[in-house]
T-cell receptor
Framework: DADVTQTPRNRITKTGKRIMLECSQT?????MYWYRQDPGLGLRLIYY???????NKGEISDGYSVSRQAQAKFSLSLESAIPNQTALYFC??????????????FGPGTRLTVL | AQSVAQPEDQVNVAEGNPLTVKCTYS??????LFWYVQYPNRGLQFLLK??????LVKGSYGFEAEFNKSQTSFHLKKPSALVSDSALYFC????????????FGSGTQLTVLP
């Protein structure tokens, strides 16, 4: 969905490096999410944000941190990357202002490889 | 806790034949169910959702899904498969009794054979 963009789309880095993945949305949605996808495991939630001042840990937050710099921007950081963080990372947004059960919209993903 | 199971990692079907991708769920409150599709090198795209009302939900690209409360299932169906339907399909659930976060199944790879 072009309304949710992620940068970079691909990144190769080395163990111990700090990495930031960025997500921007033009949909005006209140909630934003970071997931990682691994083969056979589906999508697992890393962090989510209800708004700029409300950040919450997801299922697998260890080794990650996030920042909601603005309503439209939500970045994910790996403070010291390790090889088992090699995965496909997705940002998503959701509009819950009128209904808590609206669908999520996903960005195109960032493929991260940690050597 | 809420969970979603997609019992088949892989489903193969011939073009023109009907297809079914299975999904079962477990929630503590009322379930709100979603199907997403992921094409290669793309993000997930929303297909359809069940919130309330008619148990048969129609969505994008000719797909539909049937909510069955007694069997706790939400199977995705299409009457006539296309080669272009080949993709990875994810079922997801939000429960009214949870923190209202989506929980995804592990995905089912659908291959439609010409």
């Amino acid at each position: 969905d072009a309304d949710v963009t992620q940068t970079p789309r691909n990144r190769i880095t080395k163990t111990g490096k700090r990495i930031m993945l960025e997500c921007s949305q033009t949909k005006g949605h209140d909630r934003m999410y970071w997931y990682r996808q691994d083969p056979g495991l589906g999508l697992r939630l890393i962090y989510y944000s209800f708004d700029v001042k409300d950040i919450n840990k997801g299922e697998i937050s260890d080794g990650y941190s996030v920042s909601r710099q603005a309503q439209a921007k939500f970045s994910l950081s790996l403070e010291s990357a390790i090889p088992n963080q090699t995965a496909l990372y997705f940002c998503a947004t959701r509009d819950t202002r009128e209904s808590p059960y609206n669908e999520q919209f996903f960005g195109p993903g960032t493929r991260l490889t940690v050597l | 806790a809420q969970s979603v199971a997609q019992p088949e990692d892989q489903v193969n079907v011939a073009e023109g034949n009907p297809l079914t991708v299975k999904c079962t769920y477990s929630v503590s409150g009322n379930p709100y169910l979603f199907w997403y599709v992921q094409y290669p090198n793309r993000g997930l795209q929303f297909l359809l959702k069940y919130i309330t009302g008619d148990n048969l939900v129609k969505g994008s690209y000719g797909f539909e899904a049937e909510f069955n409360k007694s069997q706790t299932s939400f199977h995705l169906k299409k009457p006539s498969a296309l080669v272009s339907d080949s993709a990875l399909y994810f079922c997801a659930v939000i429960s009214s009794g949870s923190a209202r976060q989506l929980t995804f199944g592990s995905g089912t790879q659908l291959t439609v054979l010409p």
